[in-house]
C-alpha cells in the first residue's frame, strides 16, 4: 500500500480554480435561490458549460471513450466546488455514480455519449441508499426482457436521458441501461428538502432495458458505484462546511452589535474555531477517501466509512451554525444559507447517514458489539 | 376560588348562555364581569383579585361550553402590550384599547425588531420626529408576526440621537391603518411567511398614542419584554408531550427504521425531553408559590437545543422519507404547528428557536451575568451618542 | 399518583442548613485533602457529629426504632450537602444503601444500633452493581449456616462493623447479617480512585452470619437497597455539581488576566451558563427521583434512571469544567477540584453509569432497541 | 542524503564505533563531527545543511547501533533553549551551552510560567534589578518540569516595570545550582509529580548570560514559544497509535464488557482518533513541502479533547475495575507515559492537556484570529505600565 497522499496536486489545483471561476461566474447564490422554484430547478446552462469548457461528465471517463482519464482524485475537486456553490448540476448522480456503474460495467458506449455531450445518467436507487445494501429487487425482469417495478427518490434522476437500472430476472440480478423517454419508463419529480438536488420517482411498464451486467458481476459493480458515491460525496460535504464556515466568518467580521463587530465576541469565536477544527479533518478525510478509490487501496471501505461518518455530519453542523450565527436573516428565504443547510442536511442521509458510516466501522476495523 | 368569584361566573353565564350568544358578545360581557383578567382593575376586564385565579374562572368557563378568545392568535396583545398599556397608558388609552384587545376584536403586533439592530435591540434606527400634535416616523422594522392581520402596533422609535441609545427612545401605539404603513411577508426558509417586514414612511402618530415619557420607551419595553419571558415555558407539559411524543410514536410504529446508533439517540433525547419537563415542572410549582425563579431563560435556551436535536434526529430516522418536503408553498400561518407537519419542516423551523424572541447567545449571557453574576464584557458604546455609535 | 413535589420543604431546608453549618465548621477542603492520605480516610470524628447533632445516621429508621422517621426527601438533601463538601463519611453505604435493604427486611435490631450510635453497615454488593442486576452469587452459605466467599469493591466497607451479605445456600438466595470483625470476615482496603469514600474486599472463610432475608424476599430487597441507592446518589451528585459550579464561578470573578476579571470572557459565560442550564435540570430530576422513592410511586423506576442517567453525567462534566476553568491551579494536588473530579468519576460508575440508566428507559418507557 | 553527508557519518563510526566508545564520548564526537543538528552552523554541532537531512543521519547512526542523547529527556534543550541560544545568544554562548545541551551533560529547564501569570504569560511578575554587572532575581515560577535534574534554566523576569508589560521583560540564562535557587516538587492530581515550583530569591545572573537586548525578552521567548508548538503534531502516527488503541485492544479482549451504548461511544472515539491521524498526516505533508500550517494549534486541541474523551470512556468501560486506582504514591516521572499505566491514571492525567503549553482556550482565540482572521477583544492591558495593572 502507498503512502497515501492528502495534499492537492498542481493540478488538482488548476482543475479547482477553473471550476471555481466558472462557477463564480454562472452559479451566484442569488441565481440558484430564483431557479429553485421555477419550472427547471436543474440548471443545464451551467451544467452545459461545465460539459463542454471543463469537461466535467466525462472527468472520470477513459481517454479511448472521449473522456479525460482523470482519477476520482480530481472528480472531488469538482465536487468539493460544487458544494460550495450548492449548484444544482447533476454532477455526482452522472459523472460520480452512474458513472462509475458504467465504468464498473465496461459500457464504453453509454459512457463515451455522456463524456461527449453531458449527457445525464443516473443509478436507480433511491438516494438514502448506503453502500453494502442487498441488491434492491424493486424492479423486475421479465419473460420479454422489458423492466417493470419502481424505484423511489432517486436522485438527478429529472434531466437525466439514461436510467442504469439495478433488476432483478430470472438468471438474478443485472443492471440495464434504459431510456428515460423510452415507452414504458416515467420519471415524476418529488418535492425534495434539498432544493439543488431533486429526487424523483422512477416507474417502468415493460420498458426495453439493454443489459449491461449480468448475475456474475452486477451486485459488484452496484456496489463499487454506491462505494464510490459515499466516498466523493464526502468532498461534496466539505465545500458546503467550507462555505458556510467562510460566509459565517464574513458575516461576523461585518456585522456591528453592543458597538462591536461580532466576530470579536469569544463564544462565537471558539465555536468557530471549532468548527474550523473539524473542517480541517475533514478535508483529511474527504482527502483520504478520495485518494484511497482513485487508487483501490484495500483500505477503500474503512476510507470510505471514516470521511462520510465525519463530514456528512460536519456539514450539516457547518450549516445549522451558520443559520444560527447569521441570526433572523439566516432564517429568511432571501438569504442563500438555507439552500446550504437543506442540501448538508440531505447529503447527510444520502448513501448512507454518519450513524450507518460509523457503525459500518464495527465489522471493518474489528470492534464488534455486545454479544447477542 | 372565592365564592364571590363563582357568584360571577355564574351570573354571567346565566345572563348570556354561551349556547344562545355570539362570541363577540359572550367575550365582551366577560370582559365588563371583570372575568376577562381577574387580576386587573375593575373596569378594565378583572377585578384586582390574585393572578391565580384565572386559571379556575378559565376552567369553569369552559366547563360550561364559554368560547374563549384563542389567545394565540392574540397572544402578542394580551401578552406584551396589555400589561404595558395597564402600566403606563394613559386613562383614555386603557379604556380605549385593552377591552377589543382581549376580546381579539382588534389585533396586535409589535414593532421592535429591526434588520440593523438584532440582538442590540436598543440600537434601532426607526425615527420618530416631533410635528405639532403628531410625531412622524420613518423606519423599518422586521420579523414582525401579525402585522397583516394587526390593527394597533406598539412600537419603539427613536426620538432623540443625541444621547446615548437607551436613553433616546420612546414608545408609541402605531394604527396600522395609517397610509405610511407597508406590510410585506417575510418568507422564511420553511417556505411560509410568518412574519413580515413593515416599511413605515411618513407615519403620523398623534401624541396621544405616545405611551410613557418621551425617551423612556426602553424602560417601558422593559414591561413588554420581561412579559414576554414569563409567558414561556409556564405551561405544564404531560410526559412525551410536545416534539419528542412524535419521535417516540414513529420509533414505537417503525420497527425497521431502528439501529443502534439511532436508538441510543433517541433515549438521549427522551431524557432530556424528561427533565426540561421535570424542569419546567419545578418552575410551575416555584412560580404558584409567587418565587419566580430564573429558570425561564433556561427553559428558553433548553428547548430550543431539545427541539433541533430531536427533528434532526427525526429527518435521519426516516431515511429516504426525510428525502422528502411536505410543501414549499408560501403560506401565512397564524400560529406555528410543530406538529401538524412533517418532519423536515419541524427540523427547519426549529432552526428559528434558538434564534427568536432572544438568541439562545443573548440568554446565555443573561444566565451568566444575572444569575452566576459574572461581570458583563466590555461595553463601549453604553454612554456614546447613539448617532455616533460604529455601524 | 399525587403530584410529585420537586420543591424543598421548610423542613428540608431546615435540616440543610443544619449539615450545611456543620460540614462547613468541620469538613473544610483542607481537612478532606491533608486526611486522605492519612491512615484514616474516613472522618469518623465528623461521622459522629453528624449522627449524635443530627440524627443522620437514622434519618430513615422508623421512630419505634430509635430514628427519626423521615423521609428519603430528606435524606437526599443530606446527600446533597454531603456531595457538595466531598465529606469522608460513610452515609451513603451506611444510611441509605444499608438501611434501605434492613428497613426491607424489617430488621429493627440492627437499625436500632445503627440509629443509635452510628454504626456502620454496608450492603456487601460491588459498588459499581446497578438495580435490575442479577442475585450475586460469589457469597454461598455453607451446611453448617456460614457464609463463605469474596465481595470485591464494597464502597464505605472500611469503617463498617455490620455486613449485609447477599448469599445463596441450598434453599436459595438470602441476605446476612454478619458481623465484620467476626472469625472468618476479613476486610481489605482497595486503592481507589475516589480518595474520599473508599473500596474494599470483603472475604469471607466461614463466618457466622444470621439470616435477615430468605429466598422469598432477599432479591426484592437488594432490588429496593440499589434502586434507592441508585436514586438518592443523584442528589449526592448534584451536590458535586453545585460545588464545581460554584466554585468556578467565584475563582473567574477574582481571577485576572489580559486586564480582565477571567469570568467577563463570553466563551466561559457561556459555558458556564449551559453548565447552570444543565444543574437546574439536575436539580428536577434528583427531586422528582427522591419524591418518587420516597412515595414508592409507581413511576419510582424510570425517576431513578432518569435521574442518575442526567445527574451521573453532569457531575462528572462539572468536574471536569472546574478543573479546565482553574487552568494549571486545578491540576494541583494541593486545591480541592480533584477530590470532586475523583468522586464524581467513580459515582458516574457507581449503581450503574449513566449509559446504563439511560438504556433501562429502552424497557422502561417502551422504546424498544431494533429487533434482533 | 549527500554523498558528503553519508561520508561524515562513515567517519564518525569509523572513528569512533559505537559498540567500544562511551555514550557520552560518542555523542560528544558525534556533536563535533556537525553530525548532531544538521542544520546548525558548523561548529555548533551542524553542518548547515538542511533540516530534512537529519532524520536520515539519525536513520544511519541508529542503525549502526550508536546511542542517542535521549531526546524525550532534555525535549525542552533541544525544543526551547538551543533555538533560542541559536538566533539570540552571543558567541560566547553558543560555544559554550550547545555541545552539553545536545550530548545531554547539562539538563535545560524553562522558568517562564508563573502562578499569578497564567496564560497571560506576559503579565509576569519575576523582577531582575541590575547590580554591578549582575542582575538580581526574585520571584517565583511553576510548572517547571525537569526543575530538579536541570543544571540551567531559560528565565523571563522583568526588568521594567515602568513600561507595558509586553516590553519590560529581559530573558536570561538562569544557572540552577546557585543558592537562591529552590526547587520544590508540585504534585499533581495523579499523585505524582512532573512538574516543580521553582523559589527565586536573591538569585545572581550576570549580564553575560542575558539573551538578547534587556526589555527585549517578549521578543525573543516568541522563538522559544514557536519552536515549542512546532515540534507538537508533527510525528506520524499509525491507526491505533495511542490511547485509542489502548482503548480498543481492551473493547476487543473483554467482550464481556461491551453495551451497545459504550459500543456508539467507542466506534465515535475511533472515527475522532483516525480524523486525527489523518489530519497529522496531512500536516506531515504539508511540513515534508515547507509548507507548514496553521494545524500545528489544532492538533494540540484536537488531541487534548480526544484523549479525554477516550480515557473517560476507558473507565466507564472498565465498570467496576475503573472504581481503583493503580498507585496514589508521590513518584517523580521523567516523562509522561501514558500508556504505561492504569485508565484511572490516562482518565487524570489527561486533563493536563488541556492546559499544558497553551490552553484550549487560548488555542482557540489563536485560531479564530490568526487562521480565521475574526478580530481580538477589546483590550485595556496592552498599553498600561505593567505595574498599574489591575490585580
Redesign the interface.
Known amino acids: 500500500m502507498n503512502a497515501p497522499v492528502l495534499l492537492y496536486s498542481e493540478i488538482e489545483e488548476e482543475l479547482r480554480s477553473s471550476v471555481r471561476d466558472l462557477l463564480t461566474d454562472h452559479c451566484p447564490p442569488n441565481a440558484v435561490l430564483a431557479r429553485c422554484e421555477g419550472p427547471g430547478p436543474y440548471d443545464l446552462g451551467l451544467w452545459r458549460r461545465l460539459v463542454t469548457e471543463l469537461g466535467a461528465a466525462g472527468l472520470q471517463v477513459p481517454e479511448e471513450f472521449g473522456g479525460a482519464g482523470a482519477s476520482l482524485r480530481e472528480t472531488a475537486v469538482v465536487l468539493e466546488e460544487l458544494g460550495r456553490s450548492a449548484a444544482p448540476v447533476p454532477f455526482l448522480g452522472s459523472a460520480v455514480v452512474a458513472t462509475a456503474a458504467l465504468l464498473a460495467c465496461g459500457a464504453g458506449e453509454p459512457l463515451a455519449t455522456l463524456a461527449e455531450d453531458g449527457t445525464v445518467a443516473v443509478l436507480t436507487v433511491p438516494f438514502s441508499t448506503p453502500p453494502g445494501s442487498g441488491f434492491p429487487d424493486g424492479v423486475r425482469v421479465d419473460v420479454d426482457g422489458t423492466l417493470s417495478g419502481r424505484v423511489t427518490s432517486v436522485a438527478d434522476a429529472l434531466p437525466a436521458a439514461l436510467l442504469v437500472v439495478p433488476a432483478v430476472g430470472a438468471d438474478g440480478p443485472g443492471l440495464y441501461l434504459v431510456e428515460a423517454d423510452a415507452p414504458g419508463a416515467d420519471v415524476v419529480r418529488r418535492t425534495s428538502l434539498d432544493l439543488t438536488r431533486r429526487l424523483a420517482d422512477v416507474t417502468l411498464h415493460g420498458a426495453p432495458g439493454r443489459r449491461l451486467a449480468g448475475p456474475d458481476t452486477a451486485a459488484a459493480v452496484l456496489q463499487r458505484a454506491l462505494l464510490t458515491g459515499a466516498g466523493l460525496l464526502a468532498s461534496e460535504q466539505l465545500g458546503i462546511a467550507e462555505w458556510c464556515l467562510a460566509t459565517t466568518v464574513a458575516h461576523l467580521k461585518e456585522r456591528r452589535q453592543f458597538g462591536r463587530v461580532l466576530g470579536s465576541f469569544q463564544a462565537l469565536k471558539h465555536r468557530l474555531a471549532d468548527l474550523w477544527l473539524d473542517t480541517v479533518g475533514a478535508r483529511a478525510a474527504a482527502r483520504y477517501a478520495a485518494d484511497a478509490l482513485a487508487g483501490d487501496s484495500p483500505d477503500t471501505a474503512v476510507a470510505v466509512a471514516v470521511a462520510q461518518a465525519h463530514c456528512g455530519a460536519l456539514a450539516v453542523r457547518a450549516a445549522e451554525e451558520c443559520i444560527q450565527l447569521h441570526g433572523g436573516i439566516g432564517m429568511t428565504w432571501e438569504h442563500p444559507a438555507h439552500l446550504y443547510l437543506k442540501r448538508a442536511k440531505a447529503d447527510q442521509l444520502a448513501l448512507g447517514t454518519p450513524g450507518f458510516h460509523r457503525s459500518a466501522l464495527a465489522a471493518l476495523v474489528d470492534l464488534p458489539g455486545p454479544v447477542g | 376560588m372565592s365564592s364571590d368569584l363563582r357568584a360571577r361566573v355564574e351570573a354571567l353565564l346565566a345572563a348570556h348562555d354561551p349556547a344562545t350568544t355570539g362570541r363577540p358578545d359572550f367575550l365582551r360581557a366577560r370582559f365588563d364581569a371583570g372575568l376577562a383578567w381577574v387580576h386587573f382593575p375593575v373596569g378594565l376586564g378583572g377585578l384586582g383579585a390574585p393572578r391565580a385565579h384565572q386559571a379556575l374562572v378559565d376552567a369553569e368557563l369552559a366547563a360550561a361550553g364559554a368560547p374563549d378568545n384563542d389567545p394565540r392568535r392574540i397572544g402578542i396583545g394580551l401578552g406584551m402590550a396589555a400589561p404595558t398599556i395597564l402600566r403606563y397608558g394613559t386613562e383614555e388609552q386603557k379604556s380605549r384599547f385593552l377591552r377589543p384587545l382581549w376580546t381579539g376584536e382588534e389585533v396586535w403586533c409589535q414593532l421592535f425588531?429591526e434588520?440593523g439592530?438584532?440582538?442590540?435591540l436598543a440600537?434601532l434606527a426607526t425615527r420618530a420626529v416631533r410635528d405639532g400634535d403628531d410625531w412622524v416616523v420613518d423606519g423599518q422594522k422586521?420579523?414582525t408576526s401579525s402585522a397583516h392581520t394587526a390593527r394597533w402596533a406598539i412600537l419603539l422609535a427613536r426620538t432623540d440621537p443625541d444621547v446615548p441609545k437607551h436613553q433616546g427612545i420612546t414608545y408609541f401605539i402605531c394604527d396600522m391603518t395609517d397610509p405610511g404603513v407597508e406590510v410585506r411577508p417575510?418568507?422564511?426558509?420553511t417556505?411560509e411567511a410568518e412574519f413580515n417586514e413593515v416599511f413605515l414612511t411618513g407615519v403620523r402618530i398623534p401624541d396621544a398614542l405616545r405611551l410613557g415619557a418621551v425617551g423612556e420607551g426602553w424602560r417601558v419595553a422593559q414591561t413588554t419584554l420581561n412579559n414576554e419571558r414569563v409567558a414561556i415555558g409556564g405551561q405544564a407539559v404531560p410526559r412525551e408531550g410536545g416534539m419528542i411524543g412524535v419521535v417516540?410514536q414513529t420509533?414505537?410504529r417503525r420497527?425497521e427504521l431502528?439501529?443502534?446508533?439511532?436508538?441510543?439517540?433517541?433515549?438521549?433525547g427522551?431524557?432530556d425531553a424528561?427533565?426540561?419537563r421535570?424542569?419546567g415542572?419545578?418552575l410551575r410549582?416555584?412560580l404558584a408559590?409567587g418565587q419566580p425563579g430564573p429558570?425561564g431563560a433556561?427553559m428558553k435556551?433548553?428547548f430550543a437545543r431539545l427541539a433541533?436535536e430531536l427533528s434532526?434526529l427525526e429527518?435521519?430516522l426516516l431515511?429516504?422519507e426525510?428525502?422528502?418536503?411536505?410543501?414549499?408553498t408560501m403560506t401565512r400561518p397564524q400560529i406555528v404547528d410543530f406538529t401538524g407537519r412533517e418532519a423536515?419542516y419541524r427540523?427547519?423551523r426549529a432552526?428559528?428557536n434558538?434564534?427568536?424572541g432572544g438568541?439562545?447567545?443573548i440568554?446565555?449571557?443573561i444566565?451568566?451575568?444575572r444569575?452566576?453574576?459574572?461581570?458583563?464584557?466590555?461595553?463601549?458604546?453604553?454612554d456614546?451618542p447613539w448617532k455616533e455609535?460604529?455601524?
Open positions: 425588531s434588520p439592530a438584532g440582538s442590540d440600537a422586521v420579523w417575510l418568507r422564511q426558509i417556505g417516540a420509533w414505537r420497527p431502528r439501529t443502534h446508533e439511532l436508538h441510543q439517540r433517541l433515549l438521549k427522551w431524557l424528561e427533565v426540561i421535570l424542569t415542572e419545578r410549582q416555584q408559590l429558570e433556561a435556551l433548553a433541533q434532526g429527518v435521519e431515511g429516504e426525510g428525502l422528502a418536503y411536505d410543501d414549499w423536515g427540523y427547519l432552526k428559528g434558538s434564534i427568536e438568541t439562545s447567545e440568554l446565555r449571557n444566565i451568566a451575568e444569575v452566576l453574576g459574572l461581570p458583563a464584557e466590555p461595553r463601549t458604546d453604553k456614546l455609535l460604529p455601524r
